[in-house]
């Protein structure tokens, strides 16, 4: 299995608070993403790296902010939780490389805010 | 633009049966096509891919998927199911291997 875990694999909080999600790979993979999953909507691209302070936006990056200052650690940041935040998280990597990229998923982080 | 569009978000089968989920994509350019499988509060693990060469992709547990440039679509199958082929799978599409975009998944059901 590939290298990767997340933290905290639960969390529960109130409306307003900043939360902080964190992705650790030992793959030395360069492309990082977070996605969102909910119920009818299956995987949805919150924000990816493509190496060390590269980022970019995917369809649902309203309300977070993301930073990578290590290749293998890569930060989700809800800086003021709503209800609607409330998903589960995944942590996903993408190698080795070219073709024969494939994505590889972390476990999740189930978010809920009250 | 990519998208994935998965037909059906709840299959039914019964053991032994047929499954067929479907999947059509919607691409630009040349698209390379990924199956996932979820199994309860676990991240998704790859199934299948097909990226160049031969359309008939074989992957883990006896699945396999074809891809129809024409039909643009990539649907998966398997002769015979299992209890434990239960999960929810999804369908991923990308072009560069960099973004990757997903449906909205297939919860299949198998019936002893």
């Known amino acids: 299995d590939a290298g990767i875990t997340q933290s905290p694999r639960h969390k529960v909080t109130e409306t307003g608070t900043p939360v902080t999600l964190r992705c650790h790979q030992t793959e030395n993979h360069r492309y990082m993403y977070w996605y969102r999953q909910d119920p009818g909507h299956g995987l949805r691209l919150i924000h990816y790296?493509?190496?060390?302070?590269?980022?970019d936006k995917g369809e649902v990056s309203d309300g977070y902010s993301v930073s990578r200052s290590k290749t293998e650690d890569f930060l989700l940041t809800l800086e003021s939780a709503t209800s609607s935040q409330t998903s589960v998280y995944f942590c996903?990597?993408?190698?080795?490389?070219?073709?024969?990229?494939?994505?590889?998923f972390g476990p999740g982080t189930r978010l809920t805010v009250l | 633009a990519q998208s994935v569009t998965q037909l059906g978000s709840h299959v039914s089968v019964s053991e032994g049966a047929l499954v067929l989920l479907r999947c059509n994509y919607s691409s630009s350019v040349p698209p390379y096509l990924f199956w996932y499988v979820q199994y309860p509060n676990q991240g998704l693990q790859l199934l299948l891919k097909?990226?160049?060469?031969?359309?008939l992709v074989k992957g883990i547990n006896g699945f396999e998927a074809e891809f129809k440039k024409s039909e643009t679509s990539f649907h998966l199958t398997k002769p015979s199911a299992h209890m434990s082929d239960a999960a929810e799978y999804f369908c991923a599409v990308t072009s560069n291997f960099n973004k990757f975009y997903f449906g909205s998944g297939t919860k299949l059901n198998v019936k002893p």
């Open positions: 996903a990597i993408s190698g080795p490389g070219g073709v024969n990229n494939e994505q590889f």
């Open positions: 790296s493509y190496g060390v302070k590269d980022t």
């Open positions: 097909y990226t160049t060469g031969a359309t």
